[in-house]
């Protein structure tokens, strides 16, 4: 038998795909019911197994990456990877919807005012944590006057950036074991306020936490938007802050935990890889029984971004961490937790499926009678906040539960 080809073979002969990955796939559509684009228009192209099989028709030459109902299929893909959760053959489909989405974006790169968006926010303000900290504060300014509301709905942010948040600096502890608190870059500038009860979450629970500055985005929207190269090079900065340091890395991002968790996989480097292992998200580090927590007398619904489960795997524990305080009663969207639609930059690109998916997840959100949602990523909260939900992050349920213990209120 023919050995496969190697990465630089298939360059050269202009395969985009591995192939004992495609050949995974048995089509057998257990994954159909989990994919969000598919519930939403039944459409094959528009799940698991249409896009796999409109990649082998890339492979074979019948069809092109570039053809127009072949971006349709992949660019629809909200890249929430449920379907790896419950397939049976293990097929890898984030490996293969971010190769197609590089390949894409190599031949034909985004024009126009879609192309001067990709470049600005890709290259000067996600990167570049001084440019992100003006935008940021620019926007808090523009949400406090009002002049948000001239911006078009779907680039309209409901979340509210805080000003006084930005100007704050952002302090670690100094006793108990190291621990390292991942900044990143949207969820430094717009919810500061969750890093800060991170932080005090760990120390209460008996860690010393540094919050160092300088560590730069970890590169998941580039890599979901098919700029790998540029995520690359973002992840391998992370990697290089964090190799000559010890104890856990702290991630409260669902998604960024999910990319530098992967950051080994991606980088190929046994250095990455020894980073990635120490990578956790609250829930895996941090033990209840070790706080001294308040009543909070709350009735929340609780939404697990599809990063943290899907990719991260993190099963109950975020949920279980949340169920710990005392007088906070939990309740579940009856949807089978779909993809709220979210995606990184996906609503905003795809508000044609954006949209629609973030109404349904209301919808089920609404069923529970629930005002307040809890959700770990910044891109889930800012979704359901566009529906009208107050959003808070598991980590600030607990650092509300230990003020309230302390007689300090717990709505902090």
């Given at each position: 038998?023919?050995?496969?080809?190697?990465?630089?073979q298939q360059?050269?002969?202009?395969?985009?795909?591995?192939?004992?990955?495609?050949?995974?796939?048995v089509?057998?559509?257990?994954?159909l019911?989990s994919?969000?684009?598919?519930?939403?228009?039944?459409?094959?192209?528009?799940?698991?197994?249409?896009?796999?099989?409109?990649?082998?028709?890339?492979?074979?030459?019948?069809?092109?990456?570039?053809?127009p109902?072949?971006?349709?299929?992949?660019e629809?893909?909200v890249?929430?990877?449920?379907?790896?959760?419950?397939?049976?053959?293990?097929?890898?489909?984030?490996?293969?919807?971010?190769?197609?989405?590089?390949?894409?974006t190599?031949r034909?790169?985004?024009?126009?005012?879609?192309?001067?968006?990709?470049?600005?926010g890709?290259r000067l303000?996600?990167?570049?944590?001084?440019?992100?900290?003006?935008?940021?504060?620019l926007?808090?300014?523009a949400?406090?006057?009002?002049?948000?509301?001239?911006?078009?709905?779907?680039l309209?942010?409901?979340?509210?950036?805080?000003?006084?948040e930005?100007?704050?600096?952002?302090?670690?502890?100094?006793?108990?074991?190291?621990a390292?608190?991942?900044?990143?870059c949207?969820?430094?500038?717009?919810?500061r306020d969750?890093?800060?009860?991170?932080?005090?979450?760990?120390d209460?629970?008996?860690?010393?936490?540094?919050?160092?500055?300088?560590v730069?985005?970890c590169?998941?929207l580039?890599?979901h938007?098919?700029?790998e190269e540029?995520?690359?090079?973002?992840?391998?900065?992370?990697?290089?802050?964090?190799r000559?340091?010890?104890?856990?890395?702290?991630?409260?991002?669902?998604?960024?935990?999910?990319?530098l968790?992967?950051?080994?996989?991606?980088?190929?480097?046994?250095?990455?890889r020894?980073?990635?292992?120490?990578?956790?998200d609250?829930?895996?580090i941090?033990?209840?029984?070790r706080?001294?927590?308040?009543?909070l007398?709350e009735?929340?619904?609780f939404?697990a971004?599809?990063?943290?489960?899907n990719v991260?795997?993190l099963?109950?524990?975020p949920r279980d961490?949340v169920?710990?305080v005392?007088?906070?009663?939990l309740?579940?969207?009856?949807?089978g937790?779909?993809?709220?639609?979210?995606?990184?930059?996906?609503?905003?690109?795809?508000?044609?499926?954006?949209?629609?998916?973030g109404?349904?997840?209301?919808?089920?959100i609404r069923r529970?009678?629930?005002?307040?949602?809890?959700?770990?990523?910044?891109?889930?909260?800012?979704q359901?906040e566009?529906?009208?939900?107050?959003?808070v992050?598991p980590?600030?349920v607990?650092?509300?539960s230990?003020?309230?213990r302390?007689?300090?209120?717990?709505?902090?």
């Open positions: 038998m023919a050995a496969e080809p190697q990465p630089q360059r050269a002969t202009g395969r985009v795909f591995e192939p004992s990955q495609l050949a995974q796939c089509q057998c559509g257990l994954c019911s994919c969000p684009t598919y519930e939403l228009t039944h459409l094959e192209e528009h799940g698991p197994r249409g896009r796999i099989m409109a990649m082998r028709l890339t492979e074979s030459g019948e069809l092109s990456l570039t053809d109902d072949v971006r349709e299929s992949l629809t893909c890249q929430c990877r449920a379907c790896e959760y419950v397939c049976p053959s293990l097929v890898e489909f984030g490996d293969l919807i971010e190769t197609a989405r590089t390949a894409i190599r034909e790169p985004p024009t126009g005012l879609r192309g001067l968006a990709h470049a600005v890709f303000v996600l990167p570049r944590r001084a440019v992100l900290r003006v935008l940021s504060a926007l808090a300014v949400q406090r006057l009002g002049l948000d509301r001239l911006a078009p709905a779907q309209r942010p409901a979340h509210r950036v805080s000003l006084a930005l100007r704050r600096p952002l302090r670690g502890t100094r006793d108990g074991e190291p390292h608190l991942f900044r990143g949207v969820m430094d500038a717009w919810f969750v890093h800060r009860d991170t932080a005090e979450v760990l209460a629970a008996g860690y010393a936490v540094s919050a160092e500055p300088g730069p985005c590169g998941a580039h890599l938007a098919g700029r540029e995520a690359k090079a973002l992840a391998a900065r992370v990697v290089r802050h964090y000559d340091t010890s104890g856990p890395i702290v991630v409260n991002s669902g998604g960024c935990g999910a990319m968790k992967e950051a080994g996989h991606l980088l190929d480097t046994d250095e990455a020894a980073v990635s292992a120490r990578v956790v609250p829930s895996e941090v033990d209840p029984a706080l001294d927590l308040g009543d007398g009735r929340m619904a939404q971004p599809c990063h943290s489960r991260q795997r099963g109950d524990r961490l169920a710990s005392p007088g906070v009663e309740a579940e969207p009856d949807d937790q779909l993809c709220c639609g979210s995606g990184g930059i996906f609503s905003v690109e795809r508000p044609d499926f954006g949209r629609p998916l109404e349904k997840k209301a919808a089920a529970t009678g629930c005002e307040q949602v809890v959700s770990g990523n910044p891109g889930c909260a800012m359901l566009q529906q009208g939900f107050e959003v992050h980590v600030t607990l650092a509300r230990l003020r309230a302390r007689g300090g209120g717990g709505a902090g």
